[in-house]
């Protein structure tokens, strides 16, 4: 697992790796502009352990991940956070289902620690774009460590299930995973990430609420009571045919 996380660094430092998260961090700018609070927690490093925090508008940011994986804050079991329960306002999921071994299980936990109302944001790469294709084709994974790729109607099926509502989905991406001709220094001087509207997106981001629904008890209706005659219960007057 080392290797495999040292091997995804070197990538991502490479002019291709370098635009890929130059896409990112501009989907996430956007993104991040409505998500407050106290905490935002990155589970899960891609690249450097900070890249996509410049924009967060949360008090604190905190990077966790398994102690093999990175250079997090917080090292620990993905699966098991040691947080606790509803005590989160933001989670960052940066390609965390698509390279952990249970992404079942991190879901779980992002539900478990997130407050009501809480927001979840997962950058995953789209099943039918190019970069999925060429994760097909390479034979140790593209990029680098990527053990599956989630698609975008799945991972909506599994936060539906675990109570999330989608409120935003940005598709970007929209290149091929080809090394550029320009310098990843060049793109941000020319103002912006090199994108082809032409070609399917090749990634999105998924932002989800966390709802939490209380159950209002309904009181039993009453039982309207017959009038009382002279102790008697009063007949109801009959119908002369």
Known sequence: ??????????????PLGTLLVEHERQVLNETL????GIQ??????????????????????TVICSALAGQPQVFCKT???????????????PHTLETDSDPHAVLREVARVLVPEGQLLVLGFSAMGPWAVRN????????????RVISESRLRDWCGLLGFEITAVRRYLRCLPLTPRRSAGAER????????????????LLKARKRTYTLTPI????RERRSMVGGLVERAPRMHT
Not at 219 to 222: D, L, M, V
Request: net charge positive; proline share 7%; no cysteine.
């Open 1 to 14: 697992m080392a290797e495999r996380a040292d091997r995804l660094r070197r990538w991502l430092a490479t």
């Open 33 to 36: 502009e409505d998500v407050f």
């Open 40 to 61: 935002l927690v990155q589970i899960g490093t891609w690249g450097d352990a900070k890249a996509y925090f410049p924009a967060a508008r949360t008090q604190r940011q």
């Open 79 to 93: 699966e098991a956070l040691p947080i606790a329960s509803d005590s989160v306002d933001a989670v960052l999921l």
């Open 136 to 147: 097909r084709l390479a034979s140790d994974g593209f990029p680098p460590g990527l053990a």
């Open 189 to 204: 001087a020319g103002g912006g990430v090199a994108t082809n509207w032409l070609l399917p997106a090749g990634a999105y």
């Open 219 to 222: 009181r039993p209706k009453r």
